[in-house]
């Protein structure tokens, strides 16, 4: 996962999942990885409390972080 646009200083990658696939060649497998809010979130010393950021995010998947394979870009939105 990557931060786009951030006010926040993170780091340039960050893994927030894992499971591994096992696939045929030209075999296709749907997987599911929730991704919970509080894993997006950081301590915001002057509010005293850990923020979430409604900010686009990149989420990568690929084999490895040198191999990533596809990549999306998706909004953060806060709960309502």
């Known amino acids: ?10 780091p340039n990658e960050e893994l927030k999942g894992f499971q591994r696939v096992r696939l045929q060649p030209g075999g296709t497998k ?17 509010q005293g409390q850990f923020v979430v950021l409604e900010e686009p995010l990149t989420l990568g998947i690929g084999s490895s972080s040198a191999d990533i394979r596809l990549e999306q870009k998706v909004a953060v939105a806060a709960a309502k």
Do not use: I, N, Q
Request: aromatic fraction near 12%; avoid cysteine.
């Open 1 to 10: 996962m990557k931060h786009s646009d951030t006010k926040v200083a993170w």
């Open 30 to 46: 749907t997987v599911k990885m929730p991704l919970a809010a509080k894993s997006l979130a950081y301590f915001a010393e002057a």
